[in-house]
């Protein structure tokens, strides 16, 4: 007789295990099995059958793999929890006996110290791996710096997230590893390249957050307290590897000046030698040592002449392009072209990460003060510019804050330009170094003034776009996601209307613009006809009721209109049989002329019965129905062929491709909404 299977010995029973037998099995809490399973990356289980995964009769909703728990039975950590709630128990104890020296003794001393170090070799053998994990962690890690200290999130790990996130963004820096940028409503999403692994984050907007109590951050804590452990390894494995010394020296005076970036110095390979020679500090360096002005480098300071004595940009975009790019010369990248209609659109060659990693270099920034100056400042650094300036309210760290600085080429502003009122000579300024220099908020001659999405625009487009696109009050072109490529079918608003919309909806459309111009043109018509006839009415002095008021105004008495005995029974008739019969010709007159028109095929109107008005009107419509009729034909054939197509597909492959067909219709109708509504907007601007 074969052997009785005991319940729950094999099969889910076996394999998941409840959150409540998991906390019974190891013996801790359960905020300490919340954090364990942070730490050691372990998360519920959704199993096939939670009757039978459940060996209890009530219904449990949170399952793990058992293999996980038995896993964490070996986990160091398990014991500093122990001896962590042992340490409380005392403590508790000798307050109430009333040592309070011993209590704050034994928390100053005796506390455990939770080390995460063999959690990161655990979870990550392969630094690569660190990397591809690295998306979350810089997330969380640049929330928490733009977090307001509470007793929820302390100061101090505000201030290591801050650190770890500069620290990163100076590698990112040294090497030119960031690749894109894009801002939305969210915050700036940055994309960098880290050997071969690409590494997208989320950067909140500089404003003050408010902190709500609908989010556990006991919760976030843990996984902060685990992230930077993990960015610290990452940090200190990118820094070596370039010969950098880790960490950089910190200059807290200068982070508390708002310094940021500048607050660090790197240290190895003699990168920190030259960057120390020309860094300034609010415009000024230590006694001895030349100005800024002075260390400008002759070729660029050259270079920055040429750009200033510049004509305006002129011409067409593309003209602009193949100048700026020189693609006419020897060393130009070839372009793959489109060959045909349904040909696959290939992805144009860039520069290299070399060349597009110095795409700023030449060039001297003043950020003024409406602009964010943290963002700006990472992005120009990191594609290689080594002069940018901003005012002295912005914070610590500026090459200079002097903003008529004649070495500086570009300006970004974010605010209109602003017309000074012109000073007579009794208010004009007495030296000539102040009469030089132009009013707050003025130009510079020779320095090119460009909104701040002139800088992403550059960086997600590998080149320098047209600065006068992007002058100070202008209508900025359309910001775009990078990483989003336009289908075939959908809108693109980079490329024009005419090359996006097919043959038949252009047709479409000019017909229904031609067709409502000329129903303007009869309904202004016929209110030019009705205007003579009101004219005359108001002219004669009739009323609503046809009754004649002109002797209304008279000075006589009125005795006379008492008098009139009103018109013999013979005029009156004669007068009424005269109407009638007029009103009858008319009425048959007006519709013997309205069936002839429709036997025409011409629309009759009063004002022009003949249909002479109408005649532009009908051929519009005729064009318009035969595009209609002929648009219906295709479409009719295509449904037809992909019926036939569908008769040769499985019934799970046809409830697939109609789920799919829908999708796409949707798409291509939304799509065309917008082309639609573009196709308005630039009819009306003419």
Known sequence: MAKIKKKGTSGQAKNFITRTQAVRKLQISLPDFRRLCI????????????????????ASTTFYYTKDIQYLLHEPIVNKFRDHKALAKKIARSL????????????????????LDHIIKERYPTFVDALRD????????????????????????ISLCQRLCLEFEHYLIVTHSLRKSFISIKGIYY????????????????????????????????????????????????????????????????????????????????????AEAERLTNGEMDQGQPSGRETVNAELQRHADELARAPEPTGSMEAEDQAMGDESGAGAMDKFEVQGEGADVLDQPRMSDTEAGLLFAPYSFFLSRETPRQPLEFLLRAYGCKRISWDEVLG?????????????????????????????????????????????????TGRTYIQPQWVWDCINQGKLLRPDLYAPGATLPPHLSPWVKPTKTAYDPTLPLAEQESMVEAEQADLDEEEQQELDQLAAAEEDDDEPADHAEMLNGAD??????????????????????????????????????GME?????????????EAAGVLFTESGGDGKANRGARAGKGKADDLRKEAARRRKEEEEELERRKMMMSKKK???FDKMAYSNRQKDDEAAKLRGKRRKLERAKG
């Open 96 to 115: 109430g006996r009333g040592e309070v020296g011993d209590a704050a003794r034994l928390e100053k001393t005796a506390k455990p110290r939770i080390s």
């Open 134 to 157: 690295l998306d979350d962690a810089l997330s969380l890690l640049f929330l928490f710096a733009s977090l307001p200290s509470t007793s929820t999130v302390p100061p101090k790990t």
């Open 654 to 656: 046809r409830k697939l």
């Open 396 to 444: 610590d760290g500026a090459f200079t804050n002097d903003e008529y600085d004649p070495s500086i080429t570009h300006q970004v502003v974010d605010r209109p330009p602003v017309l000074q009122p012109h000073l007579s000579d009794d208010f004009a300024p007495d030296h000539e170094a102040e009469a030089s220099r132009p009013a707050r908020g003025g130009r510079m």
């Open 585 to 597: 010709g008319d009425s048959r007159g007006q519709h013997q002329k309205e069936l002839e028109a």
């Open 39 to 58: 730490y050691k990356g372990i998360y519920p289980r959704e199993p096939r059958n939670k009757k039978k995964a459940s060996k209890t009769s009530t």
């Open 191 to 274: 994309q960098a390249t880290i050997q071969g692994q690409d590494i997208l984050w989320l950067v909140p907007h500089k404003f003050v957050q408010r902190m709500t109590g609908d989010v556990d951050f006991r919760i976030m804590g843990t996984f902060v307290e685990f992230y930077t452990t993990l960015l610290g390894f990452v940090n200190y494995r990118l820094y070596t590897s370039i010969g950098l010394v880790y960490p950089p020296r910190f200059d807290a005076k200068s982070d508390e000046k708002g310094g940021e970036l500048s607050a660090f110095t790197l240290e190895g390979n003699g990168i920190i030698k030259d």
């Open 544 to 581: 609503d009721h046809g009754m004649d008021v002109a002797g209304a105004d008279s000075d006589e008495p009125s005795d006379e209109a008492d008098e009139f005995k009103g018109f013999g029974s013979d005029d009156a008739a004669s007068l009424q049989d005269e109407a009638e019969e």
